[in-house]
C-alpha cells in the first residue's frame, strides 16, 4: 500500500561520511539489492552508475543503445519541463505495447490523480536539484479492472548546459499477467515511492542543522 509520505531510504541514513571507505561499488550493489527487484531496473541503474563515473548526472550523448540493447524494450528518456511535465520523448516497444499505445509525446506526470501527481512532482524536482535516483512501483488498471503491477526507475541525464534536463528510465511489469497489452492501460496508482542520493547530501540536509533534519523526517518516511 501506498504511504503518502516519500520512501527515501537512503536520504537521512547514508550521509557521506557514513559511506566513505566502503567501496562504490558494495554501496551501489546494496541500493540496487535492497530497492529494485527486477532486472531491468538493476541493470539500467548500474549502466548508468558507471558511465556517470562520480558526477552528479552522465550526458545525454553518453547513452550508448548497443550497451543496453537487452533494456530498451523497457526503457525511456523524457524531458523535463519543471514541475509540470516529464514529457516522453522515446519509448520502448514493450512499454508501449503494454500501456496499449504510443507514449512517445505523453506526459509521464499526466498519468496520476492529482495526489499521487504532487508526490511524483516532488520525487522528479529533487531528481533535477539534486541529481537523486527515484524509483518504486505502481499499479496501472485497464477499463475492466484488471490489474498490473510495475516497477520504475529515473535517472538523471544533462541533455545541453550543465542542468539535469532529462530522464533515463525504465518500466518494467512485475510478474506480467497473460493478458497484458491487450486491454489498454487507463488508470494508475502509485505504491511504493522512494529518492536514493548516490553520493551526496540533498541540498535541504546540506548544512545539517537540526531545524532541517527536523523538517526531512517530516517530509520523508525513513525506511530501516
Avoid at 63 to 72: D, R, S, T
Avoid at 208 to 217: D, G, I, L, Q, T
Wanted: proline content about 4%; glycine content about 8%.
Amino acid at each position: 500500500m501506498l504511504s503518502k509520505s516519500l520512501l527515501a531510504p537512503n536520504l537521512l541514513r547514508h550521509s557521506p561520511a557514513s559511506v566513505a571507505g566502503r567501496g562504490t561499488e558494495r554501496f551501489v550493489g546494496e541500493f540496487v539489492e535492497r530497492m529494485m527487484q527486477q532486472a531491468t531496473t538493476k541493470e539500467l541503474y548500474a549502466y548508468w552508475d558507471a558511465i556517470r563515473n562520480g558526477r552528479i548526472a552522465p550526458r545525454r550523448f553518453e547513452i550508448e543503445p548497443a550497451k543496453i540493447a537487452g533494456l530498451l524494450r523497457e526503457t525511456f528518456i523524457a524531458e523535463c519541463t519543471g514541475l509540470l511535465g516529464m514529457r516522453f520523448r522515446l519509448a520502448g516497444t514493450r512499454l508501449c505495447h503494454q500501456f496499449g499505445r504510443e507514449l512517445r509525446g505523453d506526459d509521464f506526470l499526466g498519468f496520476w490523480s492529482h495526489e499521487d501527481r504532487e508526490a511524483i512532482s516532488s520525487v522528479v524536482h529533487n531528481i533535477i536539484n539534486d541529481g537523486a535516483v527515484g524509483y518504486g512501483s505502481f499499479v496501472g488498471l485497464t477499463e475492466s479492472n484488471r490489474e498490473a503491477a510495475f516497477e520504475f526507475v529515473l535517472l538523471p541525464l544533462i541533455h545541453t548546459g550543465s542542468s539535469i534536463n532529462r530522464l533515463l528510465g525504465a518500466i518494467t511489469a512485475i510478474d506480467p499477467p497473460f493478458w497484458l497489452g491487450s486491454e489498454p492501460l487507463v488508470a494508475f496508482k502509485i505504491g511504493d515511492l522512494g529518492l536514493h542520493l548516490p553520493d551526496e547530501t540533498p541540498t535541504f540536509l546540506a548544512h545539517n542543522s537540526a531545524e532541517a533534519a527536523r523538517r526531512a523526517r517530516q517530509r520523508f518516511y525513513v525506511v530501516e
